[in-house]
């Protein structure tokens, strides 16, 4: 699915289940033994590492997390989403 999104559609696919890692995880603050609460988590969390790295690979990485290895520091050389980037 994230493959076939261009630069505009992952970034907005990246926010939506980025607000879903940060919401569930105020959730699991209070409630850490919630299993469907954990299974949410996981799914959403493995939905936003999936759709980072499609985004590192053809945009360049938006966190240094998502930068090649050995090559961290150019990272930030790029113009990001925010700054003009080709979005």
């Known amino acids: 699915m994230v493959?076939?999104?261009?630069?505009?559609?992952?970034l907005h696919?990246?926010?939506?289940?980025?607000f879903a890692v940060v919401d569930i995880?105020?959730?699991?603050?209070?409630?850490?033994?919630d299993e469907e609460a954990l299974k949410y988590f996981d799914h959403y969390?493995?939905?936003?590492?999936?759709?980072?790295r499609a985004y590192a690979d053809k945009y360049g990485p938006l966190t240094i997390d998502t930068a090649n290895p050995g090559n961290y520091w150019t990272w930030s050389a790029q113009p990001l989403p925010w700054e003009g980037g080709n979005c």
Not at 25 to 32: N, S
Not at 45 to 52: E, G, K, Q
């Open 3 to 10: 493959n076939q999104m261009n630069q505009a559609q992952l």
């Open 13 to 18: 696919w990246i926010d939506m289940v980025s």
């Open 25 to 33: 995880t105020e959730y699991l603050d209070t409630h850490p033994q």
């Open 45 to 52: 969390i493995d939905l936003r590492r999936s759709a980072m």
